[in-house]
């Protein structure tokens, strides 16, 4: 079964709207965290944001903020106010584990696509 | 100042050669991860480094070989390159609410 799951492999959206991008994941481990990734097409991994399993609040970083729902195991991004640099893949990814060395795997990614 | 940073940035070899890809973090972090993300922009992980112990090897070949000379370098070596190991290889470090990737190596074996 896979641990995360994006079912969106490609969306478009138009300039200044919201995005939201999908993620579920899988876990039975009570300490884990989640994260989120952009990847413009000059390949650069950049870091967007993070939740931990514990947080009470929502993490929100600028334009992006992740909606977590914990017992749905849902960690969905969502960009407010979409920009065309905002075009890029998206990937979710999870750590199962309280240690910043525990593995971390990856969904298959969002391709985005923001239109003028 | 870069964080974390590779090199090289592209590497062009034959199969059966031997290549090494070198990594270097200056944001203090314990933590150091090699990975491996294919054609289709799948991203897995291949290994990971905890203050120059091996924490993490996934089902890797023993043709790839990892070294950590001090917490803040993670090299990979490639013994007898293959065609499927064309590939862009990432490495990463991370602190505990983040993990950050350096620009990544486009290895083509020909």
């Known amino acids: 079964a896979q641990k995360i799951t994006q079912t969106q492999p490609g969306m478009f959206v138009q300039e200044k709207e919201a995005v939201t991008l999908d993620c579920t994941y899988d876990t039975s481990d009570p300490s884990y965290g989640l994260f989120w990734y952009k990847q413009p097409s000059s390949g650069e991994m950049i870091f967007l944001i993070y939740?931990?399993?514990?947080?009470?609040q929502n993490a929100t970083e600028g334009r992006y903020s992740l909606n977590f729902q914990k017992a749905r195991k849902s960690a969905n991004l969502v960009i407010s106010a979409s920009q065309l640099g905002d075009s890029a893949m998206y990937f979710c990814?999870?750590?199962?584990?309280?240690?910043?060395?525990?593995?971390?795997?990856f969904g298959k990614g969002t391709r985005l696509h923001i239109l003028p | 100042d870069t964080a974390v940073s590779q090199t090289p940035k592209y590497l062009v070899t034959q199969m059966g050669n031997d290549k090494s890809i070198k990594c270097e973090q200056n944001?203090?972090?314990?933590?150091m991860y090699w990975y491996k993300q294919d054609s289709k922009k799948f991203l897995k992980i291949m290994f990971s480094y905890n203050n120059k112990e091996l924490i993490i090897n996934e089902t890797v070949p023993n043709r790839f070989s990892p070294k950590s000379p001090d917490k803040a370098h993670l090299n990979l070596h490639i013994n007898s390159l293959e065609l499927g190991d064309s590939a862009v290889y990432f490495c990463a470090s991370s602190r505990d609410r983040g993990q950050f990737f350096g620009p990544g190596t486009r290895l083509t074996v020909l």
């Open positions: 990814a999870m750590r199962e584990g309280p240690r910043r060395d525990d593995k971390i795997i």
């Open positions: 939740q931990g399993s514990y947080d009470q």
């Open positions: 944001l203090g972090h314990d933590t």
